[in-house]
C-alpha cells in the first residue's frame, strides 16, 4: 500500500509534516518520499509542478489519486485507510464536533503564527512596518490565550481522551512555537501539551531533521 505513495516535503514545514504524522499514524511507513530545499526553490521544480501546479510541499500521490493540500490528504488517508492504524476520527458526536471545530481553527492559528515569524519573509521590504508587526505579534497573543483555554478542559489532547485528526492538524504549529521561542511558562496548557505530544512515536518519527541537526530554535516569540 505504501509502495504506491509519493510525498515531496520539505523540513519543518506544518503542512508537510501533518501528513507524514498521519502517515505514521495509519502505519503507512515505507512510502516513497524525497527531501527538498524551500531556500533552493526545489518547491517550483519540475518534478513537483508535475504532482502540484501551485509549486507547493506537501505534493503527495496515492496511485494515480492526487491530494496535495495537507487537510484534504489527511481526511483521504484516514478514510482509505480506517480500519488501520490508530483511529483518528471519534465515535462520540460530541468529540468529533469539537475535533472538527478545533482542526479548522488551525488555520486561523497557522495563519496567525506564520504572519509573525515570517514577516519579513511575506512582506517586501519597502512594505514593512514595526505597527503591523506589532499588530500581528499582538493577534498571535490573543490567539494563544484561545487555545491555553481549550487546553484547561478536560482532556489532554484537543478533542477529548484520544489523540485525533485536530492533533495531526495542529500539533506542528505549537511545536513550531516553541521552536521560535514561545516560554512555556507564559503559555503552561501549551506546554503541557507540547511536552506530551512530541514524545509520541508518530511525531517523533517524523520530527524535522534540520531540528533535529540543529537543537536551538530561534527567539522570536520569547516576549509573545
Avoid at 81 to 103: T, V
Avoid at 199 to 217: D, F, I, Q, T, Y
Amino acid at each position: 500500500m505504501a509502495q504506491d505513495m509519493t510525498l515531496l516535503w520539505g523540513s519543518g514545514s506544518c503542512p508537510c509534516w501533518r501528513v507524514m504524522i498521519l502517515l505514521e499514524e495509519k502505519n503507512l511507513q515505507g512510502y516513497n518520499h524525497k527531501l527538498l530545499s524551500f531556500d533552493k526553490k526545489e518547491n517550483k521544480s519540475q518534478e513537483v509542478l508535475d504532482i502540484n501546479p501551485r509549486g507547493q510541499l506537501p505534493s503527495f500521490k496515492h496511485g494515480d489519486n492526487v491530494v496535495n493540500e495537507s487537510y484534504a490528504a489527511c481526511f483521504y488517508l484516514e478514510s482509505q485507510f480506517k480500519s488501520q492504524g490508530n483511529q483518528l476520527i471519534p465515535d462520540s458526536p460530541a468529540e468529533q464536533a469539537l475535533m472538527y471545530q478545533r482542526m479548522f481553527e488551525g488555520l486561523t492559528f497557522y495563519d496567525k503564527l506564520n504572519a509573525v515569524i515570517y514577516y519579513d519573509w511575506f512582506v517586501p521590504e519597502d512594505e514593512r512596518h514595526d505597527s503591523a508587526l506589532k499588530r500581528n505579534r499582538e493577534a498571535l497573543a490573543t490567539e494563544l490565550k484561545l487555545w491555553e483555554g481549550y487546553l484547561q478542559k478536560p482532556g489532554k489532547y484537543l478533542a477529548g481522551p484520544s489523540f485525533s485528526l485536530a492533533d495531526v492538524i495542529v500539533f506542528p504549529t505549537v511545536a513550531t512555537l516553541f521552536r521560535f521561542g514561545l516560554s512555556a511558562e507564559s503559555y503552561p496548557q501549551l506546554g503541557q501539551y507540547y511536552a506530551l505530544l512530541k514524545e509520541r512515536p508518530s511525531v517523533k518519527a517524523s520530527w524535522p531533521p534540520h531540528w533535529l541537526e540543529n537543537a536551538k530554535g530561534q527567539d522570536t516569540l520569547k516576549d509573545v
